[in-house]
């Protein structure tokens, strides 16, 4: 279990303005800013949950995995992940984790990816049965095969993640940190590492948190979400729980012969143009039937496709909800 209580993070960020004699200036006097990436937050996680944890750029993810991995130590607070202190007991704690960071790789870069793999296995210490039977398994779910043999500066950044995924499953972790998992991954790549995760999930109660901007990963693998925004906690509650707060309007697409048609107070144009409209409606004010029905008696409709507020949408509004 993941308990994090009134946790607390600043750092001290040098600033100075542009230019050459400014930036002379700055070698002998320093201008500093307190940034508070992480402000008072706390939430728990039981095991085996998968937790999607978004929020904009800046608002204190990263911080905060990194904080729960031991890399980083709080100001102050609680982070206690299965009876341990992260940044206190470091060696016992890497051995029950897994990380990803999209932008961090954990291969070497001029080695093959299977040199590395063994790299990984020595410094966690796997027996050898173990590791050669996960490999098998991970080379088979994220069809590594083809590429085991190349240097990871050779791979494309689609094959690199796919192996950045397996080095940090090479020793079992109980708890799988996800940042930006699938980053750089084809459409058939991306759907792999899902349907890999939710395996890993259901078949080894593999706790996940997952940090990323892309909102078809959180569908497809959490049921709950953590909205971070300026280093605080705004939302805790389920994805279905987010869609009934903000999805009651309804998007409609319109294709029609004929003038634009003049649309009621209550159908707001999200987008236009000759012969065809994108408008959206709150059917606790007014019906689709009867925004249907508002619009055909003016022009002759040649195809309608109504649909609910996107994912993305909604998290969009919750952003602008929160001043984030």
Same mark, same amino acid.
């Given at each position: ?17 542009? *230019? ?26 039981? @095991? ?6 978004? *929020? ?39 051995? @029950? ?16 990816? =299977? ?29 590594? %095969? ?25 020793? $079992? ?10 980053? *750089?991954? @084809?459409?058939?790549?991306?759907? /792999? ?15 996940? =948190? ?33 869609? !009934?707060? &903000? ?11 004929? $003038? ?21 409606? @709150? ?5 689709? %039937?009867?925004? =249907?029905? &508002?619009?055909? /008696? !003016? ?7 109504? %649909? ?17």
């Amino acid at each position: 279990m993941i308990v994090v209580e009134h946790i607390c993070k600043t750092f001290r960020v040098a600033k100075r303005k542009p *230019g050459f004699g400014q930036a002379v200036r700055a070698l002998f006097s320093r201008e500093y800013e307190t940034v508070h990436a992480l402000d008072n937050i706390s939430f728990t996680i039981k @095991d085996g949950e998968m937790v999607g944890y978004i *929020g904009p750029n800046g608002a204190g993810k990263s911080t905060t995995i990194k904080i729960m991995c031991g890399v980083l130590t709080p100001d102050s607070g609680i982070c206690d992940i299965d009876g341990r202190i992260p940044w206190k007991d470091r060696i016992p704690h890497v051995r @029950d984790i897994g990380v990803v960071f999209g932008q961090r790789s954990q291969l070497w870069w001029d080695v093959p990816v =299977i040199d590395s793999f063994e790299l990984i296995r020595d410094i966690y210490r796997v027996e050898y049965g173990e590791y050669k039977q996960t490999l098998d398994e991970l080379v088979t779910l994220l069809d590594l %095969s083809e590429i085991l043999k190349t240097p990871t500066r050779s791979l494309s950044l689609g094959q690199r993640m796919r192996c950045e995924i397996a080095a940090s499953l090479l020793h $079992n972790p109980k708890t799988l940190f996800l940042d930006e998992p699938t980053i *750089g991954l @084809d459409a058939v790549s991306k759907i /792999a590492v899902r349907g890999f995760i939710k395996k890993l999930n259901a078949e080894r109660g593999t706790t996940v =948190i997952l940090t990323t901007h892309d909102m078809q990963d959180i569908e497809a693998l959490t049921e709950r979400i953590l909205l971070i925004g300026k280093g605080r906690i705004l939302l805790d509650g389920s994805l279905e729980e987010l869609k !009934q707060r &903000s999805s009651r309007r309804k998007k409609m697409i319109i294709e029609y012969n004929g $003038n634009r048609p003049v649309l009621s107070d209550n159908i707001a144009i999200i987008a236009q143009k000759e012969g065809r409209i994108v408008v959206e409606t @709150d059917p606790a004010v007014l019906s689709v %039937s009867d925004a =249907i029905a &508002s619009i055909s /008696a !003016q022009v002759d409709v040649l195809d309608i496709s109504v %649909s609910g507020i996107s994912s993305e949408e909604i998290v969009a509004a919750l952003y602008k909800e929160f001043q984030i």
